[in-house]
């Protein structure tokens, strides 16, 4: 069983910074695809940023220069660098281990149906104000 334990949401003002960390299993990391989702008020679900087991990413267009997804492979742990947030990043933000697939795939499949398609967390949630 995939345990993943989403932590360091906040809330911040428009402009500043926050580091996302999800607790991993072991070897998670180099059995899926590891990826960031979030939900927003009265939004869709939607896939964040994706990195596979070769370091390779993916981003929605929105976050692309603004949020970095990386793996600390010593830590078992996966991270999601927020900069240069906005109100409209308020949401409940999600680790996901996903099976094997490139990011870009990865990050579609997050704005849709998960379920057979690997674990994930009970969220963080990251509150911008103006």
């Known amino acids: 069983q995939v345990q993943l334990l989403e932590s360091g949401g906040d809330s911040v003002q428009a402009g500043g910074s926050l580091t996302l960390s999800c607790s991993l299993s072991?070897?998670?990391?180099?059995?899926?695809?590891m990826g960031w989702f979030r939900q927003g008020p009265m939004k869709e679900r939607e896939g964040v940023a994706a990195i596979d087991s070769d370091g390779d990413t993916s981003y929605t267009d929105s976050v692309k220069g603004r949020f970095t997804i990386s793996v600390d492979n010593i830590k078992n742990t996966l991270y999601l660098h927020l900069s240069n947030l906005r109100p409209e990043d308020t949401a409940m933000y999600y680790c996901?281990?996903?099976?094997?697939?490139?990011?870009?795939?990865?990050?579609?499949?997050?704005?849709?149906?998960?379920?057979?398609?690997?674990?994930w967390g009970q969220g963080t949630q990251v509150t911008v104000s103006e």
């Open positions: 996901a281990a996903l099976v094997h697939m490139p990011p870009s795939q990865a990050l579609s499949l997050m704005n849709g149906r998960l379920e057979g398609f690997g674990y």
């Open positions: 072991k070897y998670t990391y180099t059995t899926y695809c």
